[in-house]
């Protein structure tokens, strides 16, 4: 048995505007292992929630080409009824918001309880709410008992995402895919529950897809990293190596964007340019170029793909060995690079 | 005497209940909360979301009902700022937290930002147009963008259109609430330097309101911490986060992702220790309701919420 | 809950106290009083002077109301002088007849309003829903006492499938099985009238909310979980858009008060509406003032039960 757990080829998701489809996921491959944590970062709009419902086939309106192999089986546009037998078991989600990800008007009980059932006919009332408690346990609720009775408004916002947690891991999925689980909550909330979501996976090893705007919670969680722009993986690699070494300019201007400097009042790097909407995409060359005018055109690709500059470490584009900052010298830059 | 000055500032909101709606009680957001900050500097204040630091920063410019306390601004004393003249008034300005709801879509970026203009000054159509083009140009935006909509902006620029409207008067205050959460990291990058430019050309103070220790760390001189409507901890960025002293301090410092993947272990290692110091000594930092004590002084520029001795 | 609901009464009883102040104000500033339509003009003025003052219509305005409510309240409600018999009387019979047909109307609506949002909401867009989306445009437009008229026309005059007023059929025993059977005939073409175009308002907020919570970011939760499309519909589409129609129904009892006035002159139906333009007519103000009293009650009443309604439905509300 293998130890791939997913495998997304050449997968193309997209949206219909007006009489258009556009493409918001566009020509993307990756492999998530059991018992590994792949996190997906990019600013919004860069395609990355569009990836993750992409998977879990939750997109209502659009079209999907490329192949989503799960444990080898293709599930890209499996009709619902049988992806309803993945969906859930094999494969849970943790979404952004926890107030608006509950039902406000279904307790806490029947709504984790709804997972279990729709999986596990068998299992009897008293068993369901039997399991449910437990779980409620599992993700740190203080009191479950009296939480299973309550309604998402009367729990705070941790809770309400740790509630989101216990129903995506109700029937111990394989693959668990979070879409910025802890956007919405205080740091000290998400720390917790980014705890926690360590704590699942030493315990069941799945494996779980990561999606984050946050580099720190990269930087904390991640076993392999994958920066997408515009739609596109642009650099691939585990995350030593993202932090480290990393070479697309996407990737290094946004890690040179982050204010975690200890010199307090430094001037934080700028991108310039703003990130195209969907119908303003270039859909040919360097998809980055626009937004670094200083590194010289003939450096890009023409159609960039994905360079193998190590063993697992991918960039997009020639581009890379070219680049630097404007307030570097560029002869500093090219010395480092030769 | 600074140039702004809060002290002992309270804001209670009542609790209604009971069959007839009576006041049965009251929510402290703001309990007791003093602080001062000198020209051109930028203060932080921290906190999680309930701990009063965006009731602190509306109260001061008038949003919010001051139940006590007190509010000097270069001396003069602005407790009650709807009252207090026109002049003292536009000195004080603010920046909100959400770039996309904050402006009125309806409106044309021209009448967005003349309108604090047109509140104070009495100026000629020629003359506001002449005067939003140049506050455009100072916030990096065209001055022919004017006659656009504010949804024809990008995030960034939308909350630039937000400071051109609270630089619009000249302040040399400016409350930020929040300005830069709401928006991707590369945009945010560019509203802070910016932020930095704007102080540095045009002298301005800001209280910098921010749940994001990175950000506050980036920007500001001081910093005060906030926890259920009081200071926990006030002191330089050094103090907070080289030498945090209360439990709380700790905890939110430890709770910061660490950028560095190979300190991971270590990270996970360190912030357990704060939380099970935490859960240890709770009681010895919190009084019987769960709140901080007053603040005492460590060092000179330090000040942290301890129980007071014997 | 019980807390709510109290408070709720309490604050509805100025809104009442205030409303017979009106009620009254605007009956006294109308030409002519009770005594005016019962006594022969030629009477001696002297006479009539006395008679005022005896029946107490000399004193201030403030003693005149009290006297009014006292006796309100007590259910007398003064005398028609077209009818010369108790208001309250009238407006009882009348007010039986009233509350069968609203019942009758309530019911169709519903009947007609939920299939047609459950379709049209969760077929947006499509043939089905364009067409029932027309119907509530064709409906939102016209006048209801022009589509009424049209359906008596054909339905009781050219196709004679229904009387075209009344009640009942004259000469049957009440409370035998013919009698019900004659009311219900007599009862559904003005229901029928009102309800298709009152629900029209119930069918676009019903489609509109079920397009509302169709993009909610449970709903993907609910499919994330492996629901099928049918339980996402039935269990968590569907509950949560109903809600607010629950909490509307209250405010369509209002709405059919207004109707009541049009369906029931216009189909002859002895009814309140019947008896308060009637009485407007040959200027019988204690029954016109009777029954906007009884109006007013009935829309604050209606005001209450919605609120009651959303309380007991909604936990946000319900759990304080």
Same mark, same amino acid.
């Given at each position: 048995?293998?130890?791939?757990? #997913?495998?997304?080829?050449?997968?193309?998701? @997209?949206?219909?505007?007006?009489?258009?489809?556009?493409?918001?996921?566009?020509?993307?491959?990756?492999?998530?292992?059991?018992?590994?944590?792949?996190?997906?970062?990019?600013?919004?709009?860069?395609?990355?929630?569009?990836?993750?419902?992409?998977?879990?086939?939750?997109?209502?309106?659009?079209?999907?080409?490329?192949?989503? #192999?799960?444990?080898?089986?293709?599930?890209?546009?499996?009709?619902?009824?049988?992806?309803?037998?993945?969906?859930?078991?094999?494969?849970?989600?943790?979404?952004?918001?926890?107030?608006?990800?509950?039902?406000?008007?279904?307790?806490?009980?029947?709504?984790?309880?709804?997972?279990?059932?729709?999986?596990?006919?068998?299992?009897?009332?008293?068993?369901?709410?039997?399991?449910?408690?437990? #779980?409620?346990?599992?993700?740190?609720?203080?009191?479950?008992?009296?939480?299973?009775?309550?309604?998402?408004?009367?729990?705070?916002?941790?809770?309400?995402?740790?509630?989101?947690?216990?129903?995506?891991?109700?029937?111990?999925?394989?693959?668990?895919?979070?879409?910025?689980?802890?956007?919405?909550?205080?740091?000290?909330?998400? @720390?917790?529950? #980014?705890?926690?979501?360590?704590?699942?996976?030493?315990?069941?090893?799945?494996?779980?897809?990561?999606?984050?705007?946050?580099?720190?919670?990269?930087?904390?969680?991640?076993?392999?990293?994958?920066?997408?722009?515009?739609?596109?993986?642009?650099?691939?690699?585990?995350?030593?190596?993202?932090?480290?070494?990393?070479?697309?300019?996407?990737?290094?201007?946004?890690?040179?964007?982050?204010?975690?400097?200890?010199?307090?009042?430094?001037?934080?790097?700028?991108?310039?340019?703003?990130?195209?909407?969907?119908?303003?995409?270039?859909?040919?060359?360097?998809?980055?170029?626009?937004?670094?005018?200083?590194?010289?055109? @003939?450096?890009?690709?023409?159609?960039?793909?994905?360079?193998?500059?190590?063993?697992?470490?991918?960039?997009?584009?020639?581009?890379?060995?070219?680049?630097?900052?404007?307030?570097?010298?560029?002869?500093?830059?090219?010395?480092?690079?030769? | 005497?600074?140039?702004?000055?809060?002290?002992?500032?309270?804001?209670?909101?009542?609790?209604?209940?009971?069959?007839?709606?009576?006041?049965?009680?009251?929510?402290?957001?703001?309990?007791?909360?003093?602080?001062?900050?000198?020209?051109?500097?930028?203060?932080?204040?921290?906190?999680?979301?309930?701990?009063?630091?965006?009731?602190?920063?509306?109260?001061?410019?008038?949003?919010?009902?001051?139940?006590?306390?007190?509010?000097?601004?270069?001396?003069?004393?602005?407790?009650?700022?709807?009252?207090?003249?026109?002049?003292?008034?536009?000195?004080?300005?603010?920046?909100?937290?959400?770039?996309?709801?904050?402006?009125?879509?309806?409106?044309?970026?021209?009448?967005?930002?003349?309108?604090?203009?047109?509140?104070?000054?009495?100026?000629?159509?020629?003359?506001?147009?002449?005067?939003?083009?140049?506050?455009?140009?100072?916030?990096?935006?065209?001055?022919?963008?004017?006659?656009?909509?504010?949804?024809?902006?990008?995030?960034?620029?939308?909350?630039?259109?937000?400071?051109?409207?609270?630089?619009?008067?000249?302040?040399?205050?400016?409350?930020?609430?929040?300005?830069?959460?709401?928006?991707?990291?590369?945009?945010?990058?560019?509203?802070?330097?910016?932020?930095?430019?704007?102080?540095?050309?045009?002298?301005?103070?800001?209280?910098?309101?921010?749940?994001?220790?990175?950000?506050?760390?980036?920007?500001?001189?001081?910093?005060?911490?906030?926890?259920?409507?009081?200071?926990?901890?006030?002191?330089?960025?050094?103090?907070?986060?080289?030498?945090?002293?209360?439990?709380?301090?700790?905890?939110?410092?430890?709770?910061?992702?660490?950028?560095?993947?190979?300190?991971?272990?270590?990270?996970?290692?360190?912030?357990?220790?704060?939380?099970?110091?935490?859960?240890?000594?709770?009681?010895?930092?919190?009084?019987?309701?769960?709140?901080?004590?007053?603040?005492?002084?460590?060092?000179?520029?330090?000040?942290?919420?301890?129980?007071?001795?014997? | 809950?019980? %807390?709510?609901?109290?408070?709720?009464?309490?604050?509805?009883?100025?809104?009442?106290?205030?409303?017979?102040?009106? &009620?009254?104000?605007?009956? %006294?500033?109308?030409?002519?009083?009770?005594?005016?339509?019962?006594?022969?003009?030629?009477?001696?003025?002297?006479?009539?002077?006395?008679?005022?003052?005896?029946?107490?219509?000399?004193?201030?305005?403030?003693?005149?109301?009290?006297?009014?409510?006292?006796?309100?309240?007590?259910?007398?409600?003064?005398?028609?002088?077209?009818?010369?018999?108790?208001?309250?009387?009238? $407006?009882?019979?009348?007010?039986?007849?009233?509350?069968?047909?609203?019942?009758?109307?309530?019911?169709?609506?519903?009947?007609?309003? $939920?299939?047609?949002?459950?379709?049209?909401?969760? =077929?947006?867009?499509?043939?089905?829903?364009?067409?029932?989306?027309?119907?509530?445009?064709?409906?939102?437009?016209?006048?209801?006492?022009? =589509?009424?008229?049209?359906?008596?026309?054909?339905?009781?005059?050219?196709?004679?499938?229904?009387?075209?007023?009344?009640?009942?059929?004259?000469?049957?025993?009440?409370?035998?099985?013919?009698? $019900?059977?004659?009311? =219900?005939?007599?009862?559904?073409?003005?229901?029928?009238?009102?309800?298709?175009?009152?629900?029209?308002?119930?069918?676009?907020?019903?489609?509109?909310?079920?397009?509302?919570?169709?993009? %909610?970011?449970?709903?993907?939760?609910?499919?994330?979980?492996?629901?099928?499309?049918?339980?996402?519909?039935?269990?968590? $589409?569907?509950?949560?858009?109903?809600?607010?129609?629950?909490?509307?129904?209250?405010?369509?009892?209002?709405?059919? &008060?207004?109707?009541?006035?049009?369906?029931?002159?216009?189909?002859?139906?002895?009814?309140?509406?019947?008896?308060?333009?009637?009485?407007?007519?040959?200027?019988?103000?204690?029954?016109?003032?009777?029954?906007?009293?009884?109006?007013?009650?009935?829309?604050?009443?209606?005001?209450?039960?919605?609120?009651?309604?959303?309380?007991?439905?909604?936990?946000?509300?319900?759990? %304080?």
């Amino acid at each position: 048995m293998s130890k791939e757990l #997913l495998k997304i080829e050449n997968l193309k998701t @997209s949206f219909r505007i007006k009489d258009d489809y556009y493409a918001a996921v566009d020509d993307v491959s990756l492999t998530v292992n059991k018992n590994e944590l792949l996190a997906i970062v990019g600013e919004s709009g860069c395609g990355k929630s569009a990836l993750a419902f992409s998977i879990m086939g939750l997109h209502s309106r659009a079209t999907i080409e490329g192949n989503i #192999l799960f444990k080898g089986k293709n599930i890209a546009n499996l009709p619902p009824n049988d992806m309803n037998k993945f969906r859930g078991k094999d494969m849970g989600m943790i979404f952004q918001d926890p107030l608006t990800a509950l039902n406000p008007l279904m307790i806490i009980g029947d709504q984790i309880g709804e997972t279990l059932l729709l999986h596990n006919k068998n299992l009897s009332v008293n068993g369901r709410k039997v399991k449910v408690i437990e #779980l409620l346990k599992k993700v740190g609720i203080p009191r479950p008992e009296y939480t299973y009775n309550q309604f998402p408004h009367q729990l705070s916002g941790g809770m309400r995402q740790r509630v989101v947690i216990a129903m995506a891991i109700a029937n111990n999925p394989e693959l668990l895919i979070a879409d910025e689980p802890t956007t919405a909550l205080d740091v000290t909330i998400q @720390s917790q529950i #980014l705890d926690l979501i360590k704590v699942l996976k030493e315990d069941s090893h799945a494996g779980i897809i990561l999606i984050t705007h946050d580099l720190g919670v990269v930087a904390e969680m991640a076993d392999r990293v994958a920066v997408m722009y515009a739609g596109q993986i642009v650099e691939i690699a585990d995350v030593y190596t993202i932090f480290e070494n990393p070479l697309h300019p996407y990737t290094r201007s946004l890690l040179n964007s982050v204010p975690n400097s200890d010199e307090t009042n430094s001037r934080l790097h700028v991108i310039q340019g703003v990130v195209p909407s969907l119908q303003n995409l270039p859909r040919e060359g360097c998809r980055f170029s626009d937004r670094i005018p200083w590194v010289d055109s @003939s450096f890009h690709e023409k159609n960039p793909v994905l360079h193998e500059v190590s063993p697992g470490h991918f960039v997009r584009c020639t581009c890379y060995k070219h680049f630097y900052f404007p307030h570097e010298s560029k002869e500093e830059k090219q010395n480092v690079i030769s | 005497m600074s140039f702004l000055e809060v002290t002992d500032l309270k804001v209670h909101f009542p609790v209604k209940g009971g069959l007839f709606g009576r006041t049965v009680g009251h929510i402290k957001a703001v309990d007791g909360v003093s602080l001062s900050i000198e020209k051109g500097k930028t203060y932080g204040l921290v906190g999680e979301s309930g701990s009063g630091k965006t009731t602190t920063g509306r109260a001061i410019i008038g949003l919010n009902n001051i139940t006590s306390g007190k509010i000097t601004f270069e001396g003069r004393d602005i407790t009650n700022i709807r009252k207090v003249s026109k002049d003292i008034r536009k000195d004080v300005q603010m920046i909100f937290q959400d770039p996309y709801s904050s402006l009125n879509t309806k409106k044309r970026v021209i009448d967005i930002v003349a309108e604090p203009i047109r509140n104070y000054e009495k100026l000629t159509k020629a003359e506001e147009t002449k005067r939003v083009q140049e506050l455009m140009e100072q916030v990096g935006l065209s001055p022919e963008s004017i006659y656009k909509y504010p949804h024809e902006f990008s995030g960034g620029q939308r909350q630039r259109i937000g400071i051109a409207r609270a630089i619009a008067l000249k302040p040399k205050l400016i409350i930020a609430d929040e300005p830069v959460s709401a928006l991707d990291v590369s945009v945010q990058a560019q509203v802070l330097n910016f932020m930095q430019d704007i102080q540095k050309e045009l002298g301005l103070t800001y209280l910098f309101i921010s749940h994001d220790l990175g950000v506050i760390k980036h920007m500001c001189d001081r910093i005060g911490i906030m926890y259920k409507g009081r200071y926990v901890e006030e002191g330089s960025p050094a103090d907070i986060f080289n030498n945090p002293q209360h439990i709380y301090t700790k905890r939110l410092v430890a709770a910061i992702p660490d950028i560095n993947p190979r300190n991971r272990a270590e990270h996970i290692k360190f912030r357990q220790e704060v939380r099970s110091e935490y859960e240890k000594s709770y009681d010895k930092y919190f009084n019987s309701e769960g709140l901080a004590y007053m603040l005492q002084p460590v060092s000179e520029s330090h000040l942290v919420a301890l129980p007071e001795k014997g | 809950m019980w %807390k709510f609901t109290v408070r709720r009464i309490f604050v509805m009883i100025p809104q009442v106290i205030l409303l017979s102040v009106i &009620i009254f104000i605007l009956a %006294k500033m109308m030409p002519g009083d009770a005594l005016s339509g019962l006594i022969d003009p030629n009477i001696d003025p002297a006479t009539i002077e006395a008679k005022r003052e005896a029946l107490g219509l000399n004193n201030p305005w403030y003693v005149q109301y009290w006297d009014w409510i006292k006796n309100a309240v007590q259910g007398d409600l003064g005398q028609s002088f077209q009818f010369k018999m108790p208001v309250s009387e009238i $407006i009882g019979q009348r007010l039986t007849n009233t509350f069968w047909l609203a019942l009758l109307t309530l019911i169709i609506t519903y009947l007609i309003a $939920i299939p047609l949002g459950i379709t049209s909401g969760r =077929f947006n867009d499509t043939w089905g829903d364009r067409l029932i989306t027309g119907y509530t445009y064709v409906g939102f437009g016209m006048p209801l006492f022009i =589509f009424a008229l049209v359906m008596l026309w054909i339905f009781g005059f050219k196709l004679g499938w229904f009387p075209s007023g009344g009640s009942v059929k004259p000469g049957l025993d009440p409370g035998s099985f013919e009698y $019900i059977v004659s009311k =219900f005939k007599h009862m559904l073409l003005p229901a029928l009238s009102a309800a298709l175009i009152a629900t029209v308002g119930t069918v676009q907020y019903l489609r509109s909310e079920i397009i509302d919570i169709k993009q %909610k970011d449970f709903i993907q939760t609910a499919r994330a979980k492996g629901a099928s499309e049918s339980r996402v519909y039935n269990r968590h $589409i569907l509950r949560n858009s109903l809600l607010p129609i629950a909490a509307f129904f209250g405010y369509e009892i209002t709405g059919l &008060i207004g109707g009541s006035i049009f369906i029931e002159n216009i189909f002859s139906y002895p009814g309140i509406g019947q008896l308060f333009l009637g009485s407007i007519n040959i200027r019988d103000y204690t029954v016109v003032t009777s029954c906007v009293l009884l109006f007013g009650i009935a829309a604050i009443l209606g005001s209450l039960l919605s609120d009651i309604i959303l309380s007991i439905v909604d936990p946000r509300i319900r759990i %304080k």
